[in-house]
Nanobody, 126 residues
Framework: QLVESGGGAVQAGGSLRLSCVRS????????VGWFRQAPGKEREGVAW????????HYADSVKGRFTISTMKAENTVYLQMNTLKPDDTAVYYC?????????????????????WGQGAQVTVSS
């Protein structure tokens, strides 16, 4: 399972860090993405990370502002979000993309199977 934490409310220009703790998975290497869903909109991917090979990939909307990272020893994936904008307001989900051998860029095209966390609300006010 995946458990997110670290959401909250912040003013535009502020920062938040989301955490996603993995448990119960068989393999020590993984592909995890951060996704978000704003009210009335479809869920969209914003950042992906793979541990083998070690790669990352970002959606254009967050490139240069968000950083995805992982601590394998802690089975945790982070999303550091800087220079937040009101448009970043959404429920953020981490999702583990099952399978192996992907780069993060390739993982953006994989729609299933994905194991989802419960979500964390991020609200950015202007």
């Amino acid at each position: 399972q995946l458990v997110e934490s670290g959401g909250g409310a912040v003013q535009a220009g502020g920062s938040l860090r989301l955490s996603c703790v993995r448990s119960g998975f068989t393999f020590e290497d993984y592909t995890v993405g951060w996704f978000r869903q704003a009210p009335g909109k479809e869920r969209e991917g914003v950042a992906w990370i793979t541990t083998r090979p070690s790669t990352t990939h970002y959606a254009d909307s967050v490139k240069g502002r968000f950083t995805i990272s992982t601590m394998k020893a802690e089975n945790t994936v982070y999303l550091q979000m800087n220079t937040l904008k009101p448009d970043d307001t959404a429920v953020y989900y981490c999702g583990e993309i099952l399978g192996s051998g992907f780069t993060a860029a390739q993982a953006t095209q994989v729609k299933s199977p994905i194991v989802w966390g419960q979500g964390a609300q991020v609200t950015v006010s202007s």
